[in-house]
C-alpha cells in the first residue's frame, strides 16, 4: 500500500517539476493551452516575463490581426504578439537587456497580476496594464 501511494506522489511531483519548469521558461501559458486549462491573464505575462530571445520573436512574429479575433485564444494570441513587439523595441534601444527589463519591470507585474483572483481583464485591457508598467519602468529607469 504505501509504495502505490508513493508511485502516487512522485507522480503528482513529476507534475509539479513540469509545471515549475514551465513557468521558469516561460511556457506556462502554453502548458496550460496544450492541457486545455483555462489560461488566467497572470498566466499570459509569463511568456514576456521568463521567456528568452528566440520564445519573444517566436511570439512578435504572429501577424497583427485586422479583423475581431474569432476565439478568445485569438485574442489573447494577439495582444502577446503586439506586447512582445513591444519588448523586443524596449530592449533594441540599448539601455537595458531583456534579463534586466524582465527582472525589474515584468517579474514584478507577472506576481502582482498573480495576487489579483478575481481579475479578469480582457486581452485590451491587460495590454494596457502591461504598457503601463513598461512606460512607468522606462521613466524610472536611469542609464
Known amino acids: 500500500m504505501w509504495r502505490a501511494r508513493r508511485?502516487?506522489?512522485l507522480a503528482g511531483q513529476d507534475e509539479l517539476v513540469l509545471e515549475c519548469e514551465a513557468f521558469l521558461s516561460g511556457e506556462y501559458a502554453q502548458g496550460l493551452?496544450?492541457?486545455d486549462?483555462?489560461?488566467?491573464?497572470?498566466?499570459?505575462?509569463?511568456?514576456?516575463?521568463?521567456?528568452?530571445?528566440?520564445?519573444l520573436a517566436a511570439l512578435a512574429?504572429?501577424?497583427?490581426?485586422?479583423e475581431p479575433a474569432s476565439t478568445p485564444a485569438d485574442a489573447w494570441q494577439s495582444a502577446m504578439a503586439l506586447l512582445a513587439r513591444e519588448?523586443?523595441?524596449?530592449?533594441?534601444?540599448g539601455r537595458q537587456t531583456?534579463?534586466?527589463l524582465q527582472r525589474r519591470a515584468l517579474v514584478p507585474l507577472e506576481l502582482d497580476f498573480a495576487s489579483r483572483r478575481s481579475w479578469r481583464?480582457?486581452?485590451a485591457m491587460f495590454v494596457g496594464a502591461v504598457r503601463s508598467a513598461l512606460h512607468q519602468h522606462r521613466s524610472s529607469h536611469r542609464t
Open 7 to 9: 508511485q502516487t506522489e
Open 87 to 93: 519588448v523586443q523595441c524596449r530592449v533594441a534601444e
Open 61 to 66: 512574429s504572429e501577424e497583427p490581426r485586422h
Open 98 to 100: 531583456l534579463a534586466e
Open 33 to 35: 493551452r496544450d492541457g
Open 37 to 55: 486549462r483555462d489560461v488566467p491573464a497572470w498566466a499570459w505575462l509569463n511568456a514576456l516575463a521568463h521567456g528568452n530571445d528566440r520564445q
Open 121 to 123: 481583464p480582457t486581452p
